[in-house]
């Protein structure tokens, strides 16, 4: 007899991708050599406690160092950078079509893929836990504030595997250098810093308090970010028919209300402000270089909750049609909740403003001279390092020949957002400024609108379904001694 919930413990219940990558994953040498190594140091490390205990010192506080040092190499650093092969070796082994063949959505897949190196960062944890319990029987240690280190090791370790996998979605082999050295560098004693500080074990404050403050929008932010990346990775491989954008979107925009709780609860929200406000102009970028998706399957679902999906669509859409719009909505975000917080200032309206303009200019010269341009991430950066680098030259020979030189380019909305930031412009000047950057936005809008005005009429038939096939070509007439 089978009981009801039997199926919750057979490989049935669980993502088929999720029991593949669990069985290879926990099968390689690098997995074994890697675990059993861990061990290998933990119990000398036990020893090394045992000694200095039996000299007569705290075992537990001296080794913290060594300890946490294992714990971030484990999750910050060995297992997020397995996992920048997840999708990587798929593309290169030529599997995700078989992969797609069974039905499973690129949604599907990345998740499984997450799952799977979660699955084995928690093997991990549970094998480092005895050496929590025996830190504690040492002397010295709270093993509180230990069990909450670890667990915030691992919700971080979360998000850096699904950075990884959404990374391993794209080519980015020139990145690899880079965040090997962030990842020893932070797992090495940046990172476990930080989140053993926030327990206020070493200030002398129980867990607890005002911990929360600190915490709580963190913790709310976790499920963002994850999904975010998730998503990013699911779109980069996904087939066109699947809408993954709307997901980006949403997830960025949502990293608003973390900073919002921390100015409820009276905390410091700058540190989640910047943070958010980095994320959601990389969010932009991506909106900005999507290329339009002319199928009904995208937009169908959006009309379906009549005009208040279509309307919600013209910021979600993937496409950069919508991108445009989302942008202008990030943007006007960023100014309200600035002005709210720090009160209204001409020098913040210029900021937005030439942000606005920096993220849609590259665009706006890209449609204009190449519209049928459909991989314009290439050119919009290289736009934006040309007008980077004129601005660099700029600010030299303004400091070297101590002239006016910045008052003839900072028409560029990227060198007035550089000036600006610098606080080159005072309160005065900012206005006039002001003026100047709401002109050029005027007319970068107009540009791009006009863009926007015949892919919009393709957007509003293919909500109301498929576009009708075009008539067959009538075959010409025979010769008449042909009949």
């Given at each position: 007899?089978?009981?009801?919930?039997?199926?919750?413990?057979?490989?049935?219940?669980?993502?088929?991708?999720?029991?593949?990558?669990?069985?290879?994953?926990?099968?390689?040498?690098?997995?074994?050599?890697?675990?059993?190594?861990?061990?290998?140091?933990?119990?000398?490390?036990?020893?090394?406690?045992?000694?200095?205990?039996?000299?007569?010192?705290?075992?537990?506080?001296?080794?913290?160092?060594?300890?946490?040092?294992?714990?971030?190499?484990?999750?910050?650093?060995?297992?997020?950078?397995?996992?920048?092969?997840?999708?990587?070796?798929?593309?290169?082994?030529?599997?995700?079509?078989?992969?797609?063949?069974?039905?499973?959505?690129?949604?599907?897949?990345?998740?499984?893929?997450?799952?799977?190196?979660?699955?084995?960062?928690?093997?991990?944890?549970?094998?480092?836990?005895?050496?929590?319990?025996?830190?504690?029987?040492?002397?010295?240690?709270?093993?509180?504030?230990?069990?909450?280190?670890?667990?915030?090791?691992?919700?971080a370790s979360s998000v850096l595997i699904a950075a990884a996998v959404c990374l391993s979605a794209f080519n980015l082999r020139f990145l690899l250098p880079v965040?090997?050295?962030?990842?020893?560098?932070?797992?090495?004693?940046?990172?476990?810093?930080?989140?053993?500080?926030?327990?206020?074990?070493?200030?002398?404050?129980?867990?607890?308090?005002?911990?929360?403050?600190?915490l709580l929008p963190l913790y709310l932010a976790l499920p963002l970010l994850i999904s975010g990346f998730l998503a990013a990775g699911a779109s980069k491989i996904a087939p066109l028919a699947e809408n993954y954008s709307t997901l980006k979107r949403l997830s960025c925009l949502g990293l608003f209300v973390p900073v919002l709780v921390t100015l409820w609860a009276k905390g410091s929200p700058e540190t989640a402000f910047v943070l958010a406000l980095m994320i959601l102009v990389l969010s932009c970028l991506d909106a900005l270089n999507e290329e339009t998706r002319l199928m009904h399957t995208v937009y169908t679902p959006f009309a379906r909750w009549g005009w208040p999906g279509r309307l919600a669509g013209l910021f979600l859409y993937p496409g950069w049609v919508s991108g445009v719009l989302y942008t202008v909505a990030c943007c006007s975000l960023i100014l309200c909740f600035i002005s709210l917080n720090y009160g209204i200032k001409m020098t913040h309206w210029l900021a937005i403003l030439s942000l606005a303009g920096t993220l849609l200019f590259p665009l706006a010269v890209i449609k204009l001279f190449v519209p049928r341009w459909k991989r314009t991430l290439p050119f919009y950066i290289s736009i934006q390092v040309g007008v980077a680098s004129l601005t660099a030259v700029v600010g030299i020979a303004d400091g070297i020949l101590s002239g006016s030189f910045k008052e003839l380019f900072s028409f560029f909305p990227l060198t007035c957002l550089i000036f600006s930031a610098s606080n080159t412009f005072d309160e005065d000047e900012a206005l006039g400024w002001t003026l100047v950057q709401c002109g050029v936005l005027f007319l970068i809008l107009t540009v791009l609108f006009i863009r926007m005005l015949p892919v919009l009429a393709l957007i509003r038939q293919l909500e109301k379904g498929p576009l009708p096939e075009p008539p067959a070509p009538t075959p010409p007439p025979l010769p008449p001694g042909l009949k």
């Amino acid at each position: 007899m089978t009981l009801p919930f039997a199926r919750l413990f057979t490989d049935d219940a669980l993502s088929p991708l999720l029991v593949k990558e669990l069985r290879h994953n926990l099968r390689t040498r690098a997995f074994l050599s890697f675990f059993i190594i861990s061990q290998v140091l933990l119990v000398i490390f036990v020893l090394i406690s045992l000694m200095a205990m039996i000299d007569g010192r705290s075992g537990g506080r001296d080794s913290d160092g060594f300890f946490y040092f294992m714990e971030g190499l484990v999750f910050l650093c060995i297992i997020p950078l397995s996992a920048l092969g997840a999708v990587s070796s798929e593309i290169r082994a030529n599997t995700l079509e078989p992969i797609f063949l069974t039905h499973l959505s690129a949604w599907r897949i990345v998740w499984g893929k997450w799952a799977a190196y979660m699955a084995q960062g928690f093997l991990f944890l549970c094998a480092i836990l005895p050496y929590v319990v025996l830190r504690y029987f040492l002397g010295g240690v709270n093993v509180l504030d230990d069990l909450l280190v670890l667990a915030n090791m691992y919700l971080a370790s979360s998000v850096l595997i699904a950075a990884a996998v959404c990374l391993s979605a794209f080519n980015l082999r020139f990145l690899l250098p880079v965040l090997v050295i962030l990842l020893i560098f932070g797992a090495g004693g940046i990172i476990p810093a930080i989140l053993y500080s926030l327990t206020g074990s070493r200030s002398g404050t129980s867990v607890g308090g005002s911990l929360w403050v600190t915490l709580l929008p963190l913790y709310l932010a976790l499920p963002l970010l994850i999904s975010g990346f998730l998503a990013a990775g699911a779109s980069k491989i996904a087939p066109l028919a699947e809408n993954y954008s709307t997901l980006k979107r949403l997830s960025c925009l949502g990293l608003f209300v973390p900073v919002l709780v921390t100015l409820w609860a009276k905390g410091s929200p700058e540190t989640a402000f910047v943070l958010a406000l980095m994320i959601l102009v990389l969010s932009c970028l991506d909106a900005l270089n999507e290329e339009t998706r002319l199928m009904h399957t995208v937009y169908t679902p959006f009309a379906r909750w009549g005009w208040p999906g279509r309307l919600a669509g013209l910021f979600l859409y993937p496409g950069w049609v919508s991108g445009v719009l989302y942008t202008v909505a990030c943007c006007s975000l960023i100014l309200c909740f600035i002005s709210l917080n720090y009160g209204i200032k001409m020098t913040h309206w210029l900021a937005i403003l030439s942000l606005a303009g920096t993220l849609l200019f590259p665009l706006a010269v890209i449609k204009l001279f190449v519209p049928r341009w459909k991989r314009t991430l290439p050119f919009y950066i290289s736009i934006q390092v040309g007008v980077a680098s004129l601005t660099a030259v700029v600010g030299i020979a303004d400091g070297i020949l101590s002239g006016s030189f910045k008052e003839l380019f900072s028409f560029f909305p990227l060198t007035c957002l550089i000036f600006s930031a610098s606080n080159t412009f005072d309160e005065d000047e900012a206005l006039g400024w002001t003026l100047v950057q709401c002109g050029v936005l005027f007319l970068i809008l107009t540009v791009l609108f006009i863009r926007m005005l015949p892919v919009l009429a393709l957007i509003r038939q293919l909500e109301k379904g498929p576009l009708p096939e075009p008539p067959a070509p009538t075959p010409p007439p025979l010769p008449p001694g042909l009949k």
